[in-house]
């Protein structure tokens, strides 16, 4: 069963650091997300992406975070200067369709920021 | 404004009871609902969804879910319940127009011997 994948499945930065986080989506999917879920806190959208631009960025999306579809399969998320309360895990998403269609989602990347 | 509430942060059942998983949403029009569960470690997998037509879906694993729409509920239910399911269980919404979907804070079950 196809499935979304997520590297890395942990990373570790220095305040200030720039992050790149990657996902490879489902192959016939044309919609791509990214989310985040701080420890103990609700999962959180955080950007959509379709037709390689943004769709819809949540007020957490700010200038420090970046997407980009580099080549037919990837889809990365970059923060360009850590801060301390971008630790959390960060899920990348897929789907077919928009509008509410089902999305399927990673396994995540958990980003630490010391 | 759009919210899922999952009013039970945590639950803990005996193996073999049964299971109901709250969740309330905040939506002006029909939405559509999923339910993902998150092992330990692991990411968000589907556990069911609905769209429309009949109010009580099947999922995997046995869950099954029922909206009703004059309660703005979709709780999550399974007749009896296994040591693996312990888990966190996650509600979310979208809906036609949307592209994102938005989440509750979710429920941890723990399954007691």
């Known amino acids: 069963e196809p499935e979304v994948t997520q590297t890395p499945s942990h990373q570790v930065t220095q305040m200030g650091q720039e992050v790149i986080l990657r996902c490879v989506p489902i192959s016939n999917h044309l919609y791509f997300y990214w989310y985040r879920q701080i420890l103990g806190q609700k999962v959180e959208f955080l950007v959509s992406?379709?037709?390689?631009?943004?769709?819809?960025k949540s007020e957490i999306f700010d200038d420090q975070f970046s997407v980009e579809r580099p080549d037919g399969s990837n889809f990365t998320l970059k923060i360009r200067s850590t801060k301390l309360e971008d630790s959390a895990m960060y899920f990348c998403a897929s789907s077919a369709r928009r509008g509410g269609e089902t999305q399927y989602f990673g396994p995540g990347t958990r980003l630490l920021v010391l | 404004a759009q919210s899922v509430t999952q009013p039970d942060i945590h639950i803990t059942v005996s193996e073999g009871a049964s299971l109901e998983l709250r969740c309330n949403y905040s939506?002006?029009?029909?939405?559509?609902l999923f339910w993902y569960v998150q092992s330990p470690g692991q990411g968000l997998q589907l556990l069911l969804k609905y769209f429309s037509g009949d109010t009580l879906v099947q999922g995997i694993k046995g869950f099954e879910a029922e909206f009703k729409r004059s309660q703005s509920s979709f709780n999550l239910r399974k007749p009896s319940v296994h040591w693996s399911d312990a888990a966190e269980y996650f509600c979310?919404?979208?809906?036609?127009?949307?592209?994102?979907?938005?989440f509750g804070s979710g429920t941890k079950l723990n399954v007691k011997p």
């Open positions: 992406f379709y037709n390689n631009e943004i769709s819809e």
């Open positions: 939506y002006g029009a029909t939405p559509y």
């Open positions: 979310a919404v979208g809906a036609y127009n949307f592209n994102k979907f938005y």
